[in-house]
């Protein structure tokens, strides 16, 4: 089976670029740059597959796993039991995907499927939210928000732009990352340094990834930052980072609502990632309101007997 596997890098973009979006998937992994943000965090790789699909090999506490197939749909069972045979017959282990995206696993019936177990995991579905509301924050749901934004702009009326960024502004970046990451100390959850790594990695490659970066600067002073992609397919917007100085009220009300108006003003939807199981985090996103979620899956191949 020729799979040739390789890490993913900057440079691969053009030529993995048209095998995104050619199938529905609202989750964040339906766009090059996640991929690329989380590369070293989960060790990932890839391999076209007859110039037709992308198949993905990664790595989590030492286990391979896969994930779904970037394809068209109609090709998806194809490529789908192309990767078991995979795992089967070239690694000799059972398959495994994390993060399928419900519409994959409906489309292929995984949950009918007496090969399969499919969990939902339940702690990393993504929140989807309607991008009109999310760039006016009109009506009763979303009230405090707008005050919290209202009160940013009137206090610090003046002193504060909105901006677009790009690679130029790496420096000033890397100095708002650290200081944000110095203000979280010693007791952060791992995945937070590869996170602050992977950022390091986009804005060194910045102009081959061709994101869509903006900044809140107060007293010429950047205190807030965003990354974002585009899925055209489903007309979203997914914000992959958003840190802001949590000391300043409506700052991350501001940077939230003026990157959907300025850099995707006729977006329908808006993924805003997922909340890891983190109550906190589950407490920010659910404020705002979702219209919906889009959910994510364990498959685990049952029954796998290894060769000797």
Not at 217 to 244: R, V, Y
Not at 267 to 285: I, M, S, Y
């Amino acid at each position: 089976m020729d799979l040739n596997f390789k890490k993913v890098e900057a440079s691969d973009l053009e030529s993995l670029k048209p095998f995104f979006c050619l199938r529905p998937n609202k989750t964040c992994d339906s766009v090059f740059l996640d991929s690329f943000l989380w590369r070293e965090y989960y060790k990932v790789r890839f391999a076209i597959s007859d110039d037709k699909a992308i198949q993905w090999l990664m790595e989590d506490e030492g286990v391979l796993h896969s994930a779904m197939p970037m394809c068209r749909e109609e090709d998806l069972p194809h490529y789908f039991y192309e990767m078991v045979d995979y795992f089967n017959q070239v690694l000799n282990k059972p398959f495994k995907i994390y993060l399928a995206d419900e519409e994959a696993v409906e489309y292929l019936h995984l949950k009918e499927s007496p090969d399969f177990d499919v969990v939902e995991q339940e702690d990393l579905k993504d929140y989807l939210y309607l991008g009109e509301a999310m760039r006016t924050l009109s009506g009763k749901k979303l009230h405090k928000k707008k005050n919290h934004l209202n009160a940013f702009m009137k206090e610090y009326e003046g002193r504060y732009e909105y901006r677009r960024l790009c690679c130029q502004d790496r420096d000033v970046i890397w100095d708002f990352l650290d200081r944000w990451r110095q203000d979280k100390g010693e007791d952060v959850e791992e995945h937070l340094d590869y996170e602050v790594e992977g950022i390091h990695e986009i804005l060194k490659h910045c102009c081959e990834l061709q994101v869509r970066m903006a900044g809140v600067f107060i007293d010429g002073k950047l205190e807030a930052f965003t990354i974002g992609s585009f899925n055209p397919l489903e007309n979203m917007a997914i914000i992959h980072i958003e840190k802001a100085n949590a000391q300043i009220r409506g700052l991350y009300q501001f940077i939230n609502q003026q990157f959907l108006v300025n850099e995707f003003p006729d977006a329908e939807l808006v993924n805003r990632e997922d909340d890891l199981g983190q109550e906190g985090l589950r407490k920010a996103k659910m404020s705002y309101n979702p219209y919906g979620f889009a959910r994510k899956y364990l498959i685990m191949q049952k029954n796998f007997v290894p060769k000797p």
